[in-house]
């Protein structure tokens, strides 16, 4: 194969040009740009729709729309959640003033391991704030019933969730609220944007009031709010992007397979399996680089870089190793042995839907050690 060209970790599905150019004569025509404008309105019953979900909230982005989230409920003291994520679920917590407290996570699911989440919890544990990491449900009945306990309030970020259902329907349903990212890594995107799923039509008012300066109207404000308004031009390419969205899916669904079918013999390299899904949205492809495979998972992370494959070791560093975490006592690594070692052995493969199975192909024979 001649692989001059790069193959990243993901690359954002753009349906023709063509298509989006009648979106943008509509705005130019219309002149409304922003402020909850017909594109923001019909992307937000049309996402409500397909997503099985009653209300839903856009924003600018999920970075956000997690602040916002925190805010909605008013969440304070100490939150309790993991250290194995994108920067931005603990960032959020920091710009609240809140105190993150990291626990360890499931060695098979790569979520909040709910074993632990008791022992963590103190008089100024206010929430629980989980991930459903690579868009695996975490145990959600299990976390519900601690915060149920306790008095918590749970928060999702649900980030890389989009689409996917459990045995009861969409797994945005669960816990106060969960958050989505459409940022142009995700399964969905809008150039940049999220969203924060509502319970309720209050709740969904509220989250509104709270997006846009905290504006009732003209000369009313309720609440310090925040500018996270999404713009009609990303609402417009989301519409447009709901079009294609299933063929996407499908397209996410063969790769996985490919790369199962393709690694299964190969000694030292584990697929990171579903944790129960009932339909899943294949956003990430991550593999475990064990010690029975020749070299490291840094020497093959840079062996297949050589190769113009660009993988990610989501997540590694661990969250709670940088700067701002690491003085915490539950960011030690004594108290995240399973989060520590798994950050040590991932490595995410290319998945999105442009990929080709000639591509995949290369990027197994790599691994497999057919290719220098």
């Known amino acids: 194969m001649n692989n001059n060209k790069p193959i990243y970790v993901t690359q954002p599905h753009l349906p023709s040009l063509e298509e989006y150019i009648p979106y943008l004569e509509k705005i130019w025509e219309n002149k409304i740009l922003t402020n909850n404008g017909p594109f923001h309105q019909e992307l937000e019953k049309r996402l409500s729709d397909y997503l099985g979900v009653e209300h839903i909230a856009l924003f600018t982005n999920g970075t956000i729309a997690l602040i916002t989230a925190l805010q909605a409920l008013r969440i304070t003291g100490e939150v309790i959640t993991t250290p194995y994520s994108f920067v931005a679920t603990t960032h959020s917590l920091l710009w609240n003033a809140i105190k993150p407290v990291f626990v360890d996570i499931d060695p098979n699911s790569f979520n ?62 669960h816990g106060d609220l969960s958050i989505l990212s459409f940022h142009a890594t995700k399964v969905f995107n809008t150039f940049e944007g999220g969203a924060i799923i509502c319970p309720d039509a209050k709740t969904k008012q509220r989250i509104d009031h709270l997006k846009n300066f905290g504006f009732v109207d003209e000369v009313t404000v309720v609440a310090p709010g925040i500018n996270g308004k999404m713009s009609e031009i990303n609402a417009a390419f989301g519409l447009l992007q709901l079009e294609h969205i299933d063929q996407a899916l499908a397209r996410r669904k063969e790769i996985d397979a490919m790369y199962r079918q393709l690694l299964k013999e190969v000694k030292g390299i584990s697929c990171v399996q579903d944790a129960g899904e009932q339909i899943a949205n294949y956003a990430y492809f991550p593999i475990l680089v064990e010690e029975d495979y020749p070299i490291s998972r840094d020497e093959l992370y840079h ?70």
């Open 112 to 173: 909040l391991e709910p074993n632990k989440i008791e022992a963590a919890i103190t008089p100024q544990t206010t929430a629980i704030m989980s991930v459903h990491c690579y868009g695996h449900p975490c145990d959600v009945e299990a976390i519900q019933k601690i915060a149920d306990i306790y008095n918590l309030r749970v928060i999702y970020d649900a980030a890389h969730a989009f689409g996917v259902e459990d045995q009861g329907g969409s797994l945005l349903r």
């Open 303 to 372: 062996k297949l870089r050589d190769n113009n494959i660009y993988t990610r070791r989501y997540f590694y560093p661990l969250i709670s190793t940088f700067p701002m975490y690491r003085g915490l006592a539950s960011a030690s690594p004594t108290n995240l042995p399973v989060a520590s070692n798994l950050s040590s052995k991932v490595l995410c493969l290319p998945i999105y839907p442009d990929l080709t199975d000639i591509q995949v192909d290369f990027i197994a024979q790599v691994i497999l050690g057919e290719k220098k």
